[in-house]
């Protein structure tokens, strides 16, 4: 298996332009999860989802950031507008259904001017 | 709700040395324990978990850590470590009675030195 796959590797945006982060999960698994990774705040996760249904968003930062998953291989995190605080990686992570081991992305390096 | 401290941020250490880093965890619940590797500019993944049985649980690489109940502790060890060991390392848990939040310590930066 490929394993999980993010795209893109790097973004560079300027403030207040629309960003929107890609996760393709491993074949199977039936978790989903958005992480986001600071210097500042070490390891937070913003979102997880369940057979495509979001079961816990409590860690999305605010408004500005929006995550979907329209199938079980394929989700997005949105964040328009950006902010230059945005800037972070973002990992995205999958997990097989009872499975408590998460599966990492390579992750997004976001940079917002 | 549970939380995850890793006692050092940095840890030098001479190649071939052994190494201990340290993880202290609170939770009103039983919780599954996690130790992910984080090698530069990659994602996480797993070295070693416990999530019942043997206190001591073996992981890839060499990496051992033991579960200590009482101490509310779960620190990695190995014994002889290699340059290629230089990386960040997470201590994580969940609870053991269903939800799949995992929550990550702040990360402990292993330097390993020729």
């Known amino acids: 298996d490929a394993g999980v796959i993010q795209s893109p590797r790097h973004e560079v945006t300027e403030m207040g332009q629309e960003v929107t982060l890609r996760c393709k999960p491993i074949s199977g698994h039936d978790y989903l999860f958005w992480y986001r990774q600071t210097m500042m705040r070490g390891l937070e996760l913003l979102i997880y989802f369940n057979n495509n249904v979001p079961i816990d968003d409590s860690g999305m930062p605010e408004d500005r950031f929006s995550a979907k998953m329209p199938n079980a291989s394929f989700s997005t995190l949105k964040i328009q507008p950006s902010e230059p605080r945005d800037s972070a990686v973002y990992f995205c992570?999958?997990?097989?259904?009872?499975?408590?081991?998460?599966?990492f992305g390579p992750g997004t390096r976001l940079t917002v001017l | 709700a549970q939380s995850v401290t890793q006692l050092d941020s940095q840890v030098p250490v001479f190649e071939e040395a052994p190494v201990e880093l340290r993880c202290n965890y609170s939770s009103s619940v039983s919780v599954y324990l996690f130790w992910y590797v984080q090698y530069p500019n990659q994602g996480l993944q797993l070295l070693l978990k416990?999530?019942?049985?043997?206190?001591l649980v073996k992981g890839i690489n060499g990496f051992e850590a033991e579960f200590n109940k009482s101490q509310t502790s779960f620190h990695l060890r190995k014994p002889s470590v290699h340059i290629s060991d230089t990386a960040e390392y997470f201590c994580a848990v969940i609870r053991n009675t269903g939800g799949f939040k995992t929550i990550f310590g702040a990360g402990t930066r292993l330097f390993v030195k020729a």
């Open positions: 416990y999530l019942s049985g043997s206190t």
């Open positions: 992570a999958s997990s097989l259904p009872g499975e408590d081991t998460q599966y």
